[in-house]
């Protein structure tokens, strides 16, 4: 009769520890982003592997402010009324880049459902900010779904940064809870026509440990390969505060390798899939 009184908590297994920042890259970008106030999801995030990519020379910039127009469950940026949109912001990103020497740049935004154009202006201006005041490196954008709507994906298309990454984020069933305002259908479709319009590499990160069952995972998996996307990212949900959605289950390592193999045999081009896997983890990789 042992076991009765089950804690509701999950704890959280040796496998999710993560290293301490060091080094000297990552020290001198740490200086520069507090120096220059620059807005990085690898902090505001509270990213677990800040240190290991800041040393390897890649970092993920938040563009259009850090208020978000959208409430999702497991999203650590403030939601609320944003602020207007500022058009030095390109010009501020691109140089943030050439000082820091990134090599790698992933931009990402919060959504601006409050703009007509959703924020895709300014997307594509920061795209040709970056290749003009910094060409020696490349770009990954990680783009809000702006509603599906065509016109402003392509912005992005035709702006061409190496990779276009948007996130499915979970699995269907769950999408209405964790996504509030998002679809899971019209995520696919974004995912779909960013490639069919001519974007040479697409990439989706998905969270696992929100409730969903195995089946679901290797269906979500299959969606998206199905959707032409040559990149997949799988790791683990993550509370980032009490108020947000609760981790339902610590996936093992075994468990994200079984998905991974899964994914690879569907002839995804790469595909990360363990624990601490954020979407723009080795996200230089990515562009190859």
């Given at each position: ?46 990213c677990?592997?800040?240190g ?10 938040m ?27 390109p010009e ?8 820091m ?46 509603q ?9 298309v ?14 269907k ?11 899971y259908?019209?995520s696919?479709?974004?995912?779909r026509?960013?490639?069919e319009?001519?974007?040479r ?7 696992l ?34 108020k ?7 996936i ?8 991974g ?5 569907l ?8 624990p ?13």
């Amino acid at each position: 009769m042992e076991n009765l009184v089950q804690d509701t908590t999950v704890q959280k297994p040796k496998w999710i520890r993560v290293k301490l920042p060091t080094g000297k890259n990552y020290r001198e970008l740490r200086t520069l982003v507090d120096k220059y106030k620059l807005n990085t999801i690898c902090q505001s995030g509270s990213c677990p592997n800040m240190g290991e990519c800041w040393g390897e020379g890649t970092a993920t910039f938040m563009i259009l402010g850090n208020i978000c127009t959208r409430s999702c469950g497991f999203c650590g940026v403030k939601t609320g009324k944003p602020l207007d949109v500022n058009w030095d912001e390109p010009e501020k990103v691109a140089r943030s880049i050439k000082l820091m020497k990134i090599k790698h740049a992933v931009l990402t935004s919060v959504d601006r459902d409050d703009l007509k154009d959703m924020g895709s202006i300014l997307w594509g201006e920061t795209v040709n900010a970056v290749r003009r005041i910094s060409p020696g490196t490349t770009m990954e954008t990680l783009i809000p779904d702006f509603q599906g709507l065509t016109k402003h994906l392509d912005r992005l298309v035709d702006v061409a940064p190496e990779v276009i990454s948007h996130n499915m984020e979970t699995v269907k069933r769950l999408t209405r809870e964790v996504r509030i305002q998002a679809k899971y259908e019209r995520s696919l479709e974004v995912l779909r026509y960013l490639k069919e319009a001519g974007q040479r590499r697409t990439k989706t990160g998905v969270m696992l440990g929100l409730g969903e069952t195995r089946d679901e995972v290797f269906q979500t998996i299959e969606d998206i390969r199905n959707a032409n996307v040559d990149v997949i990212t799988l790791g683990q949900y993550l509370q980032p505060t009490k108020k947000h959605l609760p981790v339902k289950k610590f996936i093992t390592p075994e468990e994200f390798d079984e998905f991974g193999d899964f994914a690879r045999s569907l002839g995804f081009r790469h595909v990360e899939s363990s624990p601490l896997v954020r979407s723009s983890y080795h996200a230089e990789k990515h562009i190859h």
